[in-house]
C-alpha cells in the first residue's frame, strides 16, 4: 500500500515538476526531490515511488516452487498469467469455459495484494481447435462472445486487459497479419475492444503487440495509425502494450523513448508488458536500464512486466534473459534496474495515489508538460483538491499555456468506482465512462483557465490523472 509519506513525496516531486515545465527539466528536478532514503528495495517497492507498478509473467504450476512464488510475491506488484487466460486454456470446448488455472493466478495475485494484468482476449494464436477452423460471421461471434465471457467472469479484478494481441504483420508492410478473425473484417479489432468496455467497464484496454519498439519500424507505425484512428473515432481503447522481447538480432532501439512519447501523445497509457532481453553480464544489465530509463521518462508509461521470474522459468531459457538466475539469485540486470527506477522518473499523472484528507497544504499539484504532436506552444493542467464530503470530492483544473496555442485538451481519467457528477467552467465530453475530456480555445503564453468537477468516489480517494495536450 502507498503510504501517506509515499504520497507527500511524490507530491513534492510534481510540485517542483509545476515550477520547472519542461521535460529535461522536470527529470532532473524529480530526481533532486527524492531523498537518498526513498531508494526502493525491491523492485515493485522502487517502481512504487515513481508512481508505476513492476509486474512479472506468472505459471501456474509453478506457484507451489517456494523459491520463485517468494520471488514473485516479494519483488513484483502487477501478475500477467503466461499462458492460463489465455483462448485455449480459458474455452477449451466452444461455449465450455475454464476458469480454473487463470483463477489460481488472480486469487494469489490479489491474495498477496497485487493487481492482475489480463492476457489475452482475442489472438491469432492460442486458438482453441474448435475455433482454428472457423471463419465468418460464426467465427465473429464466436470471438465476441468469448471476449464478453470471459471479461465478465474477472470484472473488476483486471487492472488492463490486453484485448487484442499481434494483430500486425512483420516485415514492412505496415498492415494487418493474416488471420482467421482478420477475414472476418477489419473490424474486428475495434468489435472486441467494444464488447470488452462492455463487459468490464473498469478494465484498461490495450493493445499488445511486439516488434513494435522501434519507432521507425512498419509495424509500429501501423499499429500507431491504428490507435490514432480509434482515438479518433471513439473506440475504446486506454493503452497500447509493448511486449519487448529483446535479443541480439532484435536489440533495444536507441529511440525506444520516442515510440513510448509518440504513443502516449495519443492519448493513451503505454506499458512494457512481457520484457526479457537475451544475453549476459554488463551488456544485459545496460539494455534493461535502457528500456527502464524510457519508460520513466514517459509520464503515462505506467508500468513495466518482465516475462517470468528466473532464467529457467523463461520461454526462452537458454537466452537467460530475465533478471533471476536459475537458482534465484539477483542478476547484474536486477541491480541496474533497481538502481534506475530508484533514480526517479516522470510521474504518472494521477498515480500520487493521494487521500485528499492526507494532503497537508492543498497547494495545487502538477502533471509533466505533455508536448504537442506538431509544433508550437504546449500546456500544463495543474490539479488542486476542492472540498471533500464522506461521498464525493471537488477538483479543480488549471490549464497553463506554455507558448501560443490555438487550442488545448485536457482528458481526466477516474478510477474505478469513480463517477464524475458535475462539471463546471467547461463543456465535457465522455468516450468512456471514467474519462472526461474537456476542450478549450486559444490561450496566449503563460496565460491559464480552469475548470472544476465533483467526483463521487464510491470510497476510492485517489485523485483522477489529468494530462493536457495542445495545438
Ligand atoms: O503445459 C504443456 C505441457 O503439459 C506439455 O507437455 C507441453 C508439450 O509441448 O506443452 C506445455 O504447454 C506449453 C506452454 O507454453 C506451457 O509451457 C505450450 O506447448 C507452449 O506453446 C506454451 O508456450 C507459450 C507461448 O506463449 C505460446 O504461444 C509460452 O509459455 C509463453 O511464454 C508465450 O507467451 C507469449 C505471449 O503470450 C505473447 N507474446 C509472445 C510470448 C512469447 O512467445
Not at 511486439?210 to 475504446?236: C, E, I, L
Amino acid at each position: 500500500m502507498t503510504t501517506p509519506r509515499h504520497r507527500h513525496r511524490r507530491t513534492d516531486s510534481r510540485r517542483m515538476v509545476a515550477v520547472v515545465g519542461g521535460f529535461a527539466a522536470a527529470a532532473i528536478a524529480v530526481t533532486l526531490a527524492i531523498p537518498a532514503q526513498a531508494a526502493g528495495s525491491t523492485l515493485q517497492a522502487a517502481a512504487k515511488e515513481t508512481g508505476r507498478y513492476f509486474g512479472t509473467a506468472i505459471a501456474a504450476s509453478r506457484l507451489n516452487d517456494g523459491t520463485y512464488s517468494g520471488i514473485a510475491n516479494r519483488e513484483f506488484n502487477m501478475i500477467t498469467a503466461e499462458n492460463e487466460m489465455k483462448m485455449d486454456a480459458t474455452e477449451p470446448n466452444q461455449n465450455q469455459f475454464n476458469y480454473s488455472s487463470g483463477d489460481q493466478i488472480v486469487n494469489w495475485a490479489r491474495n498477496n495484494g497485487k493487481q492482475v494484468r489480463g492476457h489475452a482476449l482475442a489472438w491469432h494464436s492460442q486458438q482453441p481447435g474448435w475455433m482454428q477452423n472457423m471463419s465468418g460471421t460464426s467465427l465473429r461471434n464466436a470471438m465476441l462472445n468469448h471476449v464478453t465471457q470471459v471479461a465478465t467472469h474477472y470484472k473488476g479484478k483486471i487492472y488492463a486487459w490486453d484485448v487484442v494481441n499481434e494483430a500486425f504483420a512483420d516485415g514492412s508492410s505496415g498492415a494487418r497479419r493474416d488471420s482467421n478473425l482478420q477475414r472476418t473484417g477489419n473490424d474486428w479489432i475495434e468489435a472486441a475492444f467494444r464488447a470488452a468496455r462492455a463487459a468490464d467497464p473498469g478494465a484498461k484496454l490495450c493493445y499488445n503487440d511486439y516488434n513494435t519498439d522501434n519507432w521507425s519500424h512498419a509495424k509500429t507505425q501501423g499499429v500507431y495509425n491504428m490507435v490514432r484512428d480509434f482515438k479518433s473515432r471513439g473506440v475504446p481503447i486506454d493503452c497500447v502494450g509493448f511486449q519487448a522481447h529483446f535479443n541480439s538480432g532484435n536489440p533495444v532501439p536507441s529511440n525506444y523513448d520516442t515510440t513510448l512519447r509518440n504513443f502516449a501523445n495519443l492519448g493513451v497509457d503505454v506499458q512494457i508488458t512481457e520484457l526479457d532481453i537475451e544475453g549476459s553480464g554488463s551488456s544485459q544489465a545496460q539494455q534493461y536500464q535502457g528500456v527502464v530509463q524510457a519508460c520513466l521518462s514517459v509520464a503515462r508509461c505506467t508500468g513495466i512486466t518482465v516475462w517470468g521470474v528466473r532464467d529457467s522459468d523463461s520461454w526462452r531459457a537458454s537466452g537467460t534473459p530475465l533478471l533471476f538466475d536459475g537458482s534465484g539469485n539477483k542478476k547484474q540486470a536486477y541491480t541496474s534496474v533497481l538502481n534506475q527506477l530508484n533514480s526517479g522518473g516522470t510521474p504518472v499523472p494521477g498515480e500520487t495515489t493521494g487521500n485528499p484528507t492526507q494532503n497537508p497544504t492543498g497547494n495545487p499539484t502538477s502533471n509533466p508538460t505533455t508536448p504537442p504532436p506538431t509544433g508550437g506552444g504546449s500546456c500544463t493542467a495543474s490539479y488542486s483538491e476542492g472540498q471533500k464530503w464522506n461521498d464525493r470530492f471537488n477538483g479543480n483544473v488549471t490549464i497553463r499555456a506554455n507558448g501560443n496555442i490555438s487550442s488545448w485538451t485536457a482528458t481526466v481519467q477516474l478510477q474505478n468506482p469513480q463517477l464524475i457528477s458535475a462539471v463546471w467552467g467547461a463543456q465535457a465530453s465522455w468516450p468512456a465512462q471514467r474519462t472526461m475530456v474537456v476542450t478549450g480555445g486559444a490561450l496566449g503564453s503563460g496565460q491559464s483557465t480552469s475548470f472544476g468537477f465533483t467526483v463521487n468516489h464510491g470510497g476510492n480517494w485517489t485523485w483522477p490523472s489529468i494530462s493536457c495536450s495542445a495545438s
